[in-house]
């Protein structure tokens, strides 16, 4: 009830996101701690002290009987998709022991809602499952670096809006590792010790990139794949009989490789307007980089210290940003920066935390060079402008916005971020994890540099989605929700001489397929030729509009 409590008295009805933290120590609960749910009800962030140091643990013996009914030690919502900002930092949900009616965490989350460094454990390997990423209208929302040890199931999914999985360890299962039912969810460096299968796709959009599945039963697949879309790259198995075996009835589907290595696989045939190659870009990833975190507390500052008569918001901020006493700089209440006003990020600050509060208005906050290598913004709604002028290396996590403009030449990490971007710089390098986009213009707009995305969902029918001329760019998952109520007259990705890579592409609405989806995929222009790809759906489409030599006449 104390925790439950504190969480709930904590959740904002806009965009600010408090946090709740917890110290360590062991939590013993009789019962489901949960947040608010359903509309309105946004955050909070719930913190641990550390990973393995804060545990929330369910008492011995509470649910010791497996039935129909299904219970939680920790639940972040459910419902219609409007629980925002979910967000649990370093910790370790238990299940204790003799409860095999018990399941860990059933994470849900829509547009901005993560979880990262969490343990989900059962001490005696009993209990049902240890991730439930819900039903009905969970996600977009993402998991990063969790394990999950014991139970029958290790992660389940069985939704509409897509999840983002950035690493995933699961051991010990007795069912399967991860069950997919229907539901896009896309997946990078799983590893897996079981000797069940690791995967089970029973329908939906898959993606599976980077896996390492071991310690398998050699009578069976270490991926089973019965329906639905699969997309597959440097997928590694030992101990079982194969990597990926398909009982897929369907004709268009294509029969994985046999072995346990699996270079790249499309369940479906790869498309391509100008004849390319059936393979990806297969652009290098690189993880989000993390500044340290500041030790000495007389170098966090909250922005409000700096509040002065006389002084705009705006002004505030930046005393606090160029004060060289600082390296943290918290947020806790809203901030506004008005048309004509630019903050700019700069001097001595690594990291600035929203801490209840926003940056509002039609301003710019730039992030300019001069100060740390690497700088990180976090919690924090951002509905000024946005701007990445600079060399240095800028990470923004769970951060709401409206449009970032990556105009410098530096690194930008973008993770579990409803935002529209656009990069114009040929020297500008992007990675994004977990991207939301729901503006009417298009979500990623690239004029130059090279883009990596792994995990995107957006809204509507009112335009393009993406637009590249020139440059780089690799989707890994990708689902359009359709929610408008006409057809599109745009074409879904629109690209001109562009090295382009999409994979896992597919779309959902909740009313009419005749009238509510893009039937225009592609539209790809080279060296003055136009041509589409039509369709709904494609587990693979590339182009090399960008490297392609030119055209030779056919006799």
Known sequence: DILTRAIQDNNNSGWGNKIVY?????????????????????????????R?????????????????KRRWVFKTGDGVAQNFNRILRHLTISIGKNNDGASGLYFYGNNQSSMSEIDIISEDGKGQIGLDLGDG??????????????????????????????????????????????HPLWIHGLTSVNRVPAVHVEKGNVVLVNAKLSGGDPASPAVKFSDGMLYARNVTAAGYGKAIDSTSTKKDVIAPPSGLSIDEYSSNQAASLFDQA??????????????????????WASADWYRR???????ALQAAIDDKRN??????????????????????????????????????LAFADGGPAVVKIERLALTTYTHHRSARTLVLEAATGK??????????FLTDCPINMVVNNPKAHLWMWHFNSEQTTAGLTVNGGTSWVFGWKTEGTDGGRILATGGTLEILGFLSYTGGSDKSQWPLIEIQNTDFT????????????????????????????????PGVWMALFTSLGKSAKPAVDKP
């Open 52 to 68: 393995k140091g804060t545990i929330i643990r369910l008492k011995d013996g509470t649910w010791p009987v497996a039935d129909d």
């Open 403 to 412: 449009w970032i403009h990556h105009d410098g030449t530096g690194h930008f």
């Open 327 to 364: 390296t943290t700089i918290c947020i806790p209440t809203d901030l506004r920066i008005t048309g004509p006003e630019t903050v700019f990020v700069r001097g001595t600050i690594a990291r600035i935390i929203g801490t209840g509060g926003s940056l509002i208005g039609d301003g710019v």
């Open 22 to 50: 917890l110290p360590d120590g062991v939590y013993l609960v009789g019962k489901t701690v949960h947040q608010k749910e359903g509309g309105g009800n946004v955050g909070p962030c719930v913190q641990g002290q550390s």
């Open 309 to 315: 008569d006389g002084r705009t918001d705006a002004e």
């Open 502 to 533: 999409i994979a896992g592409l597919s779309q959902f609405t909740f009313g009419n397929w005749d009238k509510e989806v893009y039937r225009r995929l592609v539209k790809e222009t080279r060296r003055g030729e136009v041509k589409e790809q």
């Open 137 to 182: 209208e969970q996600g977009p929302c993402l998991v990063r670096n969790t394990l999950v040890k014991g139970f029958r199931v290790g992660a389940r999914s069985a939704a509409l809006n897509a999840v983002t999985i950035h690493n995933l360890t699961l051991e010990g299962q007795t069912e399967v590792g991860v069950h997919n039912r229907d």
């Open 278 to 299: 059936p393979r990806s870009l297969n652009l290098p990833m690189k993880e989000p980089p993390e500044p340290a975190w500041e030790q000495d507390m007389t170098k």
